[in-house]
């Protein structure tokens, strides 16, 4: 699928500008004068008998866009993009194990650039005897990617000339998060599935 859009005076947050008599510097949402978007989806499902799924995304683009509240104009034309990938394996007739992961690559926001970031994660249900329901454990970005770098004064001149590097890593980033859950569900599997609309591939997935 490929769309392409226009948007007029879209929002960048946590921009930086300069105040009426220029001895204030303030941090807020500015307006940017325009971005084009020309931007590309594509989806990718396989499957290998009924105990291996596998479903990769990719969307991205070129980007333009134009600003004017710097301490110079600038336009900035660029490419970008953003993948995930979901792998869902039945280890044995009660065990499932997923495998997920998303990257999203170098991009702008206002005149802050952002450096790439992702994060891989791993889970596995026990689906237990008689009806008892599900046990699950997962871990939450696994090799601790979540490092967000943003970059002041890297695509034009900034108000008071700042030039610099801001980091804000999460809890995940920090250490690894495992969390262990169980659901079971009560009355009728007709009900169930009446009232919710799933099917069984969406109900096997690990949450």
């Known amino acids: 699928m490929q769309l392409l859009s226009r948007d007029d005076s879209p929002i960048a947050r946590n921009q930086v500008t300069a105040n009426s008599t220029g001895d204030l510097m303030m941090l807020a949402l500015q307006n940017l004068v325009r971005q084009d978007n020309l931007t590309l989806l594509v989806g990718l499902p396989f499957k290998i008998g009924n105990w291996w799924d596998m479903n990769y995304h990719i969307t991205g683009g070129w980007r333009r866009f134009n600003l004017d509240y710097t301490a110079l ?17 039945k280890l044995h007739r009660d065990f499932l194990m997923e495998i997920s992961g998303w990257y ?36 939450v970005n696994i090799f601790k990617t979540m490092n967000l770098k943003s970059y002041y004064g890297a695509l034009t001149r900034e108000a008071f000339n700042l030039n610099s590097e801001v980091t804000y890593v999460p809890e995940s980033g920090k250490s690894r998060i495992f969390k262990v859950t169980y659901s079971r569900n009560f009355g009728g599997t007709r009900a169930t599935s009446r ?13």
């Open 73 to 89: 104009p600038v336009e900035k034309i660029y490419f970008t993009y953003s993948a995930s990938v979901n792998h869902a394996v």
């Open 195 to 207: 009232s919710n609309g799933s099917t069984s591939d969406e109900n096997d997935r690990i949450r």
């Open 104 to 139: 999203n690559a170098l991009s702008y926001d206002g005149s802050k650039k952002i450096k790439g970031f992702g994060s891989a994660n791993m889970g596995l249900k026990k689906t237990l005897k008689q009806n008892w329901g599900n046990v699950q454990l997962s871990v």
